[in-house]
């Protein structure tokens, strides 16, 4: 077993490493999880967040290399969905004197739901705990990613310990970043904020203004690797996925019966490279619609192509637009351009389909919908590369 990891004098990472898994809720997670909680040893012992249900044995015996778990006088839930607050009951069974440290009302009320009434000690944003020699800090957070959500600071080691705000879902034997690259890290945390995040953007905006004013040194989310020599290089980061800014870049997602939805899209990434707009091409048969959305979070130019099948759009774009319309920010959408595409032989219904849910989405459709009947052919696709082309300032 990994041991448990000193990050500060007297605070410890320990938690749960999750190397298997591969789905997080329909999210692709390649290189598994980890379920973070963190250990203070002071006079009073505190214990922030737990793990999801099945590694409270594994956060224990890392708890136990440090301190007897009986000890521990608060536990801090900085979010009450199960992947950190799963192993609660065990750890209250060890820790029965544990005080459980959360948001209110909504990290009572959750809390209270899913585990009943127990000694809940309610804070609210910028609410105090002292430890002894340390202090938490509290800000509530809400919706990033829950209401419930809030972060707890450590001013005398500028630790702030973000729960899934700045996590990735990344399962290492190495805890910081600096020991893992930043290329590798930030790909994680960008596929994480847009499967997870990237609909609370506004929120995400409002929590980093409260924590502006904040030292940090160090960020020890509840998810991936802790941040310590890129701190400034996430937080930038974020402030841009929180303006949901966009770049010149396109992507060109599809599924074909035929292959001429499949031209379709071809011409269409080549439209946007003349133009000097990269592109990248998506068949929804072979990509995942999680890996297409962690692209999606910068890209201006969003097209999307189905023909028509048995009536409508092919399942497989259906269930792609679905996903994309849950976690597109509906005030960031506007500034994004949306090319609904596609062919199809007597009935333009999967194109229009597919036109429908991105107009649904907030998108601008400058180009309409461009459709081709049956088959390709070079002046046809000579038109749908003018009419991207158009699209592009
Ligand atoms: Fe990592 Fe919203 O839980």
Partial sequence: MLHAIELKPDIYWVGGVDWNERNFHGYTTDRGSTYNAYLIVDEHPTLIDTAKPGFADELVERLREIIDPAKIEYIVSNHVERDHSGSLPELCELAPNAKIVTSF???????????????????????????????????HTPMVHWPDNMVSYCPEEKILFSNDAFGQHFASSKRFDDEVGLPEVMAQAQKYYANIVMPYSKNVGKALDALSGLEIDMIAPAHGVIWRSHVNDILETYQRWANFESQEYAVVIYDSMWHTTEKMAQSIVEAFVERGVPARLFDLKVNHISDIMTEVLDAKYIAVGSPTLNSGMMPTVAAFLCYLKGLLPKEGAKERIGIPFGSYGWAQMGPKEVAAVLEGCGLQLPCGTLTRQWTEDEEGLAELQAAVAACVE
């Fill in 105 to 139: 009302p909504n990290g009572v009320r959750g809390l209270t739901a899913h585990y009943g009434e127990r000694d809940y000690m309610p804070v609210k944003s910028g609410d105090t705990l002292s430890l002894g020699k340390h202090t938490l800090v509290f800000a």
